[in-house]
Protein backbone atom coordinates (compact mmCIF):
# COMPACT_ATOMS: atom_id res chain seq x y z
CA UNK A 1 0.00 0.00 0.00
CA UNK A 2 1.13 3.54 -1.02
CA UNK A 3 2.12 5.30 2.35
CA UNK A 4 3.12 8.92 0.96
CA UNK A 5 1.53 10.98 -1.80
CA UNK A 6 3.27 11.84 -4.59
CA UNK A 7 3.32 13.85 -7.96
CA UNK A 8 3.89 12.26 -11.49
CA UNK A 9 4.19 14.05 -14.70
CA UNK A 10 3.59 12.01 -17.75
CA UNK A 11 4.98 14.02 -20.71
CA UNK A 12 3.97 13.18 -24.25
CA UNK A 13 1.50 10.83 -22.51
CA UNK A 14 -0.23 9.87 -25.39
CA UNK A 15 -3.70 7.81 -24.59
CA UNK A 16 -2.72 7.84 -20.93
CA UNK A 17 -1.57 3.94 -21.17
CA UNK A 18 1.13 4.37 -18.41
CA UNK A 19 -0.26 7.09 -16.55
CA UNK A 20 -3.54 5.16 -15.78
CA UNK A 21 -1.64 2.63 -14.52
CA UNK A 22 0.07 4.65 -12.34
CA UNK A 23 -3.35 6.37 -11.13
CA UNK A 24 -4.95 3.12 -10.59
CA UNK A 25 -1.78 1.66 -8.44
CA UNK A 26 -0.69 5.26 -6.26
CA UNK A 27 -4.55 6.39 -5.96
CA UNK A 28 -2.98 8.45 -3.16
CA UNK A 29 -0.92 10.39 -5.65
CA UNK A 30 -1.50 12.81 -8.54
CA UNK A 31 -0.71 12.20 -11.90
CA UNK A 32 -0.21 14.85 -14.66
CA UNK A 33 -0.45 13.90 -18.25
CA UNK A 34 1.19 16.48 -20.57
CA UNK A 35 0.63 16.03 -24.15
CA UNK A 36 0.25 18.14 -27.54
CA UNK A 37 -2.14 16.06 -29.53
CA UNK A 38 -5.87 17.01 -28.66
CA UNK A 39 -7.56 13.88 -29.85
CA UNK A 40 -4.76 11.59 -27.44
CA UNK A 41 -5.69 13.93 -24.30
CA UNK A 42 -9.28 13.51 -25.24
CA UNK A 43 -9.00 9.57 -25.76
CA UNK A 44 -6.58 9.52 -21.90
CA UNK A 45 -9.17 11.59 -20.45
CA UNK A 46 -12.20 9.33 -21.77
CA UNK A 47 -10.12 6.32 -20.36
CA UNK A 48 -9.87 7.56 -16.56
CA UNK A 49 -13.49 8.96 -16.79
CA UNK A 50 -14.66 5.32 -17.56
CA UNK A 51 -12.07 4.09 -15.09
CA UNK A 52 -13.58 6.13 -12.47
CA UNK A 53 -10.07 7.45 -11.59
CA UNK A 54 -10.14 10.88 -9.75
CA UNK A 55 -6.03 11.35 -9.56
CA UNK A 56 -5.40 12.65 -12.95
CA UNK A 57 -5.05 15.74 -14.68
CA UNK A 58 -4.66 16.95 -17.99
CA UNK A 59 -2.58 19.14 -20.21
CA UNK A 60 -2.25 20.13 -23.61
CA UNK A 61 0.42 21.69 -24.42
CA UNK A 62 4.15 20.56 -25.71
CA UNK A 63 7.08 19.49 -23.11
CA UNK A 64 9.27 22.32 -24.12
CA UNK A 65 7.07 24.48 -22.44
CA UNK A 66 8.40 22.59 -18.97
CA UNK A 67 12.25 23.01 -19.81
Same mark, same amino acid.
Not at 23 to 47: C, F, G, T
Given at each position: ????? /?? /???? $?? *??????? %??? #? @?????? /? #? %???????? %?? &???? &?? !?? @? !? %??? $? &??? !? *?? #?????
Amino acid at each position: EQSTP /IK /IVDF $CS *GGGHLAI %LLA #Y @LLPKSI /I #Y %LVENKPES %LE &RALK &RV !QE @L !Q %LKN $C &RFF !Q *GN #YLLFV
